[in-house]
Each structure stands twice: as C-alpha cells, then as structure tokens.
C-alpha cells in the first residue's frame, strides 16, 4: 500500500483547491514514471496523491508564433508527434527519443522530468540551451519562472507545494540557428545519462553569431558552458574553432563522479561529446538518426465509459467487457488486474518500469502497469494479454502469438506477455514495421532467456502475415 488517500480532480480549480489544502503533505501524480518509483523506495513518501490526468485541458503541444507551448500533461510521446517540434524543436524532440522506452513515453510527461529536477534528465538540457519559460499556477494566480532559474539545487525547484506547472513555453529554433542533442549513456534504451549535451547556434553566413550550449549529468543542476561558447562567438565553425570549443569545455565543469562514470571519464568524454555535435552541426547533420516515424505504441482510443467522478470503486473496461476493481484504489495498476480482476498473465519483473513485463494497453496506450495508479483506469479501457487475442479478430490466438509458437519464441514464458502486448501494438500502428522499429518496440521489454533473434523473427514473420492478409480481399468484395 504506498498512500492511503486519492483525489482525481476533474478541473484545474479543484486540483489547485487540493494543492492549497494538502501542501507539502501530498504529490502530484500524473505519468507516475517518477512518483510511483519514488514512492516505492521510500523516497518522499506520501499519504496522499493529487491524480491530474483528468485535466485534459493540459495536454498538449501546439505552435503558439513565437513560442511553442507544451502544456502540463503533454507527454514525451506528444512532442514526437508534433510537426511543430519536429521543425522548430529538434533538440528537445532527440531528448524525447532518449527517454526510457515507448511504454514511458507514453506516460511521462515533459514537466514531470523538469519538477523531479535531476541533472540527469533528458529533456532539461535542451529546454536550457534553446531557452523558454515555465508558468506556475496556483489559488493566487500565475507567475512566469525563466527556465533556468526554475532549477535551484539537486532535484530542487522554485515551484511551492501548492502550485501546478500548467505550461511549458519553449522559444522554437529561428531560421539561422542550428541545434541538436547528444546523450551517451550505458545502453540503447531505459539508460539513464552519464553525459548529455545540448548546443543551439545561431549564425551570421558562416560566423556562429551566438551558442548556447547545456550540459546534463556533471553537477548538482544542469551547467551552461559559458567558455565554450565565448569560444564559438564571431568565428566560422571549422575544425579549430571546434577544439577550442571542446577545449575550453572544461573550465565550465567540475564533475561529479557515481556509479555510471568517474570524473575524469566524464571530463574527457563531454569534450569529445561536445566536438562531435559541433562537427554535425557543421555538416548540416543534426537530425543524423531521427527516423521519419517516431514508434509511439499509441493508437490513441477514447476513453471507454462515462462514470462520475473517483469515489474509490475502479470502473473500467477490461478486455472488452465492463469491471469494476473494488478495493484498488491505493493499488498500482498491476496489482489491481492481478489481485481484483483475476487476470494474472501480466508479471511483475522489477515494479519500476524497468522489464515491460507488465506491459498492457490503457486507451491504446502500451504503458508499465507497475507505474500507474490503478485510479488512473476509471472509465478507461484496459487490453491485457488475455484479452489480446479478442482485441484482433477474436480467433483464440492472435498473429503474434501464432508467429511466437512457430518460431520457438518462448522460453520460461515470463517475459512474453509484456514482449507481446508492445509487439502487437507497433502492428497495430504500422503496417510494415521494419527490423529497427520492432527493435524500438521491445526495448523497453528484457528477456533473460534469449538474445531476442526468435523474438524479433516472429515479430517480423507475424507483420508479413498480417501485411498479406490485409491485401487480399474479401470474398464479397468492395473493391471498385
């Protein structure tokens, strides 16, 4: 049991009443990627959680002129679908590519990782090198933080116990500045940063006229490289200026040492780091590696019931059918579907959205259901692995599943419910996914069993089955 009282404001005046009542002696819950994990070890423990992810008004990214406004609840997800941030915002667009794995991002949204305040999140760094503001809302009304003074120690801010982060306003990239983000972390997917650089440079031809340059995961917050960019003023981009650039580097830092790297390993490699994204930048590469079609695992369903508001009772659908969870309001979703509703066939494999073994589908949404409140699921639909099948074609397996059999794909079988909910959900939203993107798929998904190649085999053989099917008509026929 990690809280004992739960409110799920239905508007932005409710939820500020509570914020004003509960203080400091309750959080804010809306992703749950960090607050759930928090919770469960302990850190900043709660006996009361404020769920916000009824505030639809929120959630969104939209091109504002001179600013593009990311709102309170607007996701990792919701920027990479953004043609917005896809022209105007690319350095916050590859920070959202690093994030965790699909099922996170489906969830965690972009204020949450600025109010957890780690130097090592993602999103941070290219907010502060691109520039932009943040708007605090409370009972008293707004007030307007600069971005870089929002942060004012280790996972500390200037927002108050009863204030809520409504907007994100972020200042696009104009037509003579290039920008790009660069992370190196321990591995592919869910990595945290050892090092994380953003640079925003704006040119005069082929003078860089002003940089801009972020540095995540060296202090206590994030560092801006002021001798690296006076380096870079009123001198062309070549080969000089960016050694001087990665050189100077380091009168910025004195960096911290932990588990993912010592200091001196970060001293080098953030130099290195820093050459690297100037010379893309001027190669015209920065978008070097951002596909042209972002995995989501969304399919972005409306929400299934209309119930009034939480009073404790769960009512959902599940698996197609109406169910009510009594009893699991202070439980994870997880545990809720395991311990209420009987379905079972989801796993806990870590409980910190690490494994993708609990991986189900909220309104569409892959999520880890380890890291969602269980409240978050009222009036919503919910497809579990014992569902799957139904959610298809209603045959008793569906194609992925087949594919799973004939390619020897399981093994102790732990894993694949969460390995199958992500693989059919990227069949789901694409028609013919290529290797890299069934890749994309399951890295949020850990098998220990196998190394993935008949996985990632049945994966591929289900999407050719399901491609073929799909151009074959039927019998009655409606083509002209």
Not at 277 to 290: F, K, M
Request: aromatic fraction near 4%; glycine fraction near 10%.
């Amino acid at each position: 049991m990690l809280w004992q009282h739960y409110f799920q404001p239905r508007s932005v005046a409710r939820a500020l009443a509570l914020l004003r009542e509960y203080g400091d002696a309750a959080r804010i819950v809306s992703g749950g990627t960090d607050v759930l994990v928090e919770l469960s070890r302990e850190v900043k423990p709660t006996q009361t959680l404020i769920d916000i992810t009824e505030l639809r008004e929120l959630k969104y990214v939209r091109n504002d002129g001179d600013r593009i406004a990311i709102g309170g609840l607007a996701t990792h997800n919701d920027v990479l679908a953004s043609k917005a941030c896809a022209q105007r915002a690319l350095p916050l667009v590859q920070a959202c590519v690093e994030v965790g794995a699909p099922q996170i991002r489906t969830r965690a949204t972009i204020a949450g990782n600025l109010v957890t305040a780690s130097p090592a999140n993602d999103t941070i760094v290219p907010l502060i090198a691109m520039g932009g503001e943040i708007v605090l809302q409370s009972v008293d009304g707004e007030r307007v933080v600069d971005i870089a003074e929002f942060f004012t120690g280790f996972r500390k801010t200037q927002m108050r116990a009863d204030e809520l982060l409504r907007e994100i306003r972020v200042r696009p990239l104009a037509a003579g500045e290039r920008g790009l983000f660069l992370k190196l972390g321990l591995r592919r997917a869910q990595a945290i940063s050892v090092i994380s650089v953003a640079v925003v440079l704006s040119f005069d031809g082929a003078v860089v006229s002003e940089g801009r340059i972020a540095l995540g995961c060296l202090a206590p917050t994030i560092v801006r490289a002021r001798n690296a960019e006076a380096a870079l003023a009123g001198k062309p981009l070549n080969a000089q200026t960016m050694a001087s650039a990665a050189a100077a580097v380091l009168e910025d830092i004195s960096p911290i040492g932990d588990v993912r790297g010592s200091a001196e390993y970060r001293r080098l490699a953030v130099s290195a780091l820093l050459e690297r994204g100037l010379q893309r930048i001027a190669d015209d590469a920065c978008a070097e590696g951002v596909p042209d079609r972002h995995v989501l695992l969304d399919t972005g369903e409306e929400p299934a019931l209309t119930v009034k508001e939480f009073d404790g009772t769960v009512v959902s659908i599940v698996n197609g059918k109406r169910a009510e969870l009594r009893g699991a309001c202070r439980k994870t979703l997880l545990n809720a579907l395991r311990e209420n509703a009987g379905l079972t066939g989801s796993k806990e494999g870590c409980a910190e959205g690490e494994c993708g073994a609990c991986t189900v589908w909220l309104d569409g949404q892959a999520v880890m259901s380890c890291l969602v409140p269980a409240a978050q699921a009222h009036g919503h639909s919910l497809v579990t692995i014992e569902g799957l099948a139904a959610s298809h074609n209603g045959k008793p397996l569906h194609p992925l599943q087949q594919a799973y059999i004939e390619h020897g794909a399981v093994q102790c079988g732990f894993c694949i419910p969460g390995m199958l909910m992500a693989g059919a959900k990227l069949l789901q939203e694409c028609d013919a996914p290529t290797l890299g993107q069934h890749q994309t798929a399951i890295s949020g998904n850990i098998c220990r069993c196998t190394g993935y190649r008949k996985i990632l085999d049945a994966m591929q053989d289900a999407a050719q089955q399901m491609t073929a099917h799909r151009a074959v008509p039927d019998e009655v026929g409606t083509r002209a």
